[in-house]
């Protein structure tokens, strides 16, 4: 300031002298400009060690891709269930051929139970019993042979087999009386000269895939009672 006091006390007044004037105000005005600027170049590097690069950094890579990237469409967020239909034929079939497992393997069962029972069953060879099974399977014109048991439950009466049918009795069988005796062994033989046991096992394995029929549950009962 004292410096241009004293310029403008000199060299006012001429043209030469107002340009002369103006030419240091000029200096004076860059050395004041420069001489802040020095100080801006201290205070600004360490006004960086602040400064969040990092988010103009982040900013710029995600709005700017590089050269030569290709930039792919982001796939669609499902919120809600999957759009896949459901396959109820698929859920049937599976229903199905769980019922057709367990009614085969309900028939397996009754048919190894019934072996079971059969081998701890006694073999009768003489009786009343085996005289009128030879007596009716006579009338009846039946050559395989029969074999009766005698086992310990006390409602077992089945007969089956065809090529060597069976006839089991239940316990305490051997004590019933003579006609009662006929009128079973007609009966039972009736059903082997028949060859029943061939469609009951027909009729039970085709249950087993119209497990889901009442119709064939119907008949096969039927067929049980008959």
Not at 2 to 31: E, H, K, N, Q, W
Not at 63 to 68: A, E, K, N, R
Not at 161 to 169: A, H
Not at 208 to 226: D, I, S
């Amino acid at each position: 300031a004292f410096a241009t006091s004293r310029i403008t006390v000199l060299m006012t007044g001429t043209p030469m002298a107002d340009s002369a004037y103006f030419c240091a105000i000029s200096v004076l005005a860059y050395l004041t400009v420069a001489d802040k600027l020095r100080w801006l170049t201290i205070v600004m590097p360490l006004l960086a060690l602040w400064t969040p690069v990092w988010a103009v950094r982040e900013a710029v890579a995600l709005s700017v891709p590089s050269q030569g990237a290709s930039i792919l469409p982001r796939a669609p967020v499902q919120d809600g269930p999957s759009s896949h239909p459901i396959d109820f034929r698929h859920i049937l079939a599976e229903i199905w051929i769980a019922g057709t497992s367990v009614s085969l393997l309900a028939l397996c069962i009754g048919s190894y139970r019934l072996r079971k029972i059969a081998g701890a069953s006694v073999s009768l060879q003489s009786g009343c019993w085996i005289t009128n099974v030879n007596d009716v399977a006579a009338n009846y014109r039946i050559r395989r042979p029969t074999r009766v048991l005698l086992s310990n439950r006390p409602s077992m009466l089945v007969t089956w087999g065809t090529l060597q049918p069976k006839l089991m009795l239940p316990s305490g069988a051997e004590n019933w009386p003579a006609e009662r005796i006929r009128l079973v062994v007609a009966h039972e033989l009736a059903h082997i000269q028949r060859c029943d046991w061939v469609p009951q096992v027909v009729a039970e394995l085709l249950r087993a895939p119209h497990w889901f029929n009442p119709v064939v549950w119907l008949a096969c009962n039927r067929l049980r009672r008959e």
